[in-house]
């Protein structure tokens, strides 16, 4: 798991505990070597992924090419696409084509709360056992646009990537280690992904 | 679409759960960790621990009780009372707490607002707001005292949300541990005021008080203690009635 300085990583880690992985916290790029799956959580402004700069950005890229499973959770997702209008100057892993937007209407923003996903026609290994209207918590201010890859949609006045899925690759705009039973179902459905490859 | 939030508050002295009447007159109701655990069977959104204890030894204690509820419980945890420094909110966050949530420290110093925000994001900060009717609005005070502080509730509450806090915890003075309904006026005159979530706070006594929260005190959720520690189902029957009438919950868990 990337540790890099957006916000606070004990629930998570609590929650791939209980899933039964074995985490190792890395906070310098050579940590990768060496793990059977990467977890790029964060929550905060993603200004803050910055500090994940053009050392990290080819590294992660060339463990996803070599298959490593890779789950970006919150801010980690919204990272693996190009960039956010929240932080212009900083640019996203691109695996993902489209830009994060700020949500905005008639709704409180930030959206903080449970909400429901609605699961689109992409198969999903994340979503095995996950029912579609399933709950989860969010909170967050900007959002990442629905695109080929996206494997789930909620909508907060606009329609947005819950979850996304490109081979080996996940995120998730919600946080799995907060959101129950849910959550928990979608981080050991990641944990199965990493054994499978492992 | 987005739910509205029920919120289990567990008042805590020592490792036990205690539930203050008014803020005086405290009895007991359980083992935090169990109880926690049963709300979370039972469909609770969230949970908050409130600390109510003052002593070195209560503090130590509270941490235990933190790391034992977030071990297995893996919904949001908010921790409040006692925090008044980025010390004590890295400890209670460090041991397990999402959120914390501060009162009188953030209106003696409301930079820790904006500082707490920064470090842990603003996700991670509930400014608490104690209010009281009065004749020309509604008045602050500070937790359990009887201060009356500047600026009014609803000002309080802007000021919070600039500086950088995600949520709003309202508590009416007025209606705690009255079971007479949430003030349902200051709610909404809060809620309607800024862009962040309001969570409604004192005097829920029945059902048709959530209903009323929710819709004429436009509240995001509500938060309550006794009503939830009593009865064998209180929180799935509260859940399953608000939704027949019309309010968003989640009901999946």
């Keep these: 798991m990337v540790d890099y300085g957006a916000g606070n990583l004990t629930s998570v880690l609590k929650a791939l505990h209980f899933v039964g992985a074995d985490v190792r916290v890395i906070s310098r790029v050579d940590g990768i070597d060496g793990a059977g799956a990467l977890v790029i959580p964060g929550v905060g402004h993603f200004a803050a992924t910055t500090s994940l700069g053009p050392e990290w950005r080819s590294a992660v890229m060339r463990a996803i090419d070599a298959g490593m499973p890779t789950l970006g959770i919150c801010l980690g997702m919204q990272w693996l696409f190009e960039g956010s209008d929240e932080a212009p100057g900083a640019p996203g892993l691109g695996l993902i084509p489209g830009q994060c937007f700020r949500i905005e209407g008639p709704v409180k923003v930030p959206h903080v709360g449970w909400n429901t996903l609605a699961a689109t026609a992409r198969p999903a290994r994340l979503l095995d056992g996950v029912d579609s209207g399933a709950s989860a918590y969010f909170t967050h201010s900007y959002a990442a646009p629905c695109v080929a890859d996206t494997a789930a949609v909620t909508t907060h006045a606009v329609p947005f990537s819950s979850a996304v899925e490109r081979g080996r690759v996940f995120g998730v705009q919600f946080h799995p280690e907060k959101s129950g039973k849910t959550g928990l179902q979608m981080l050991t459905n990641f944990m199965r992904v990493a054994r499978e490859a492992a | ?253």
């Design chain 2, 1 to 253: 679409m987005l739910a509205k939030r029920l919120i289990a508050c567990l008042d805590v002295r020592d490792g036990a759960v205690v539930k203050g009447i008014n803020f005086e007159g405290l009895r007991t109701a359980g083992d935090p960790a169990e109880l926690s655990a049963r709300y979370n069977e039972e469909g609770i959104d969230e949970l908050t621990v409130l600390d109510v204890t003052a002593t070195l030894e209560g503090r130590r204690a509270l941490l235990d009780t933190i790391r034992q509820v977030s071990q297995r419980i893996f919904i949001p945890l908010a921790v409040g009372g006692g925090i008044r420094s980025m010390d004590d909110a890295r400890a209670v966050i460090d041991a397990g707490a999402d959120k914390v949530s501060i009162n009188s420290a953030a209106l003696a110093d409301p930079s820790l607002i904006t500082a707490l925000a920064r470090i842990y994001g603003s996700q991670a900060v509930i400014v608490a707001i104690d209010a009281k009717r009065a004749a020309d609005g509604f008045e602050v005070f500070a937790r359990s005292g009887t201060t009356r502080v500047a600026p009014g509730a609803v000002a309080w509450a802007k000021e919070a949300a600039d500086r950088g806090a995600g949520e709003i915890l309202l508590t009416s003075i007025d209606r705690d541990g009255t079971r007479a309904g949430f003030d349902c006026e200051l709610t909404a005159a809060v809620s309607t005021a800024v862009p962040i979530p309001v969570i409604a706070s004192g005097g829920a006594g029945t059902p048709d008080h959530f209903v009323d929260v929710f819709s004429a005190g436009c509240a995001d959720a509500a938060l309550a203690a006794s009503i939830f520690h009593f009865s064998e189902h209180a929180v799935r029957d509260l859940k399953l009635f608000l939704a027949e009438r019309g309010v968003p919950m989640r009901l999946d868990w």
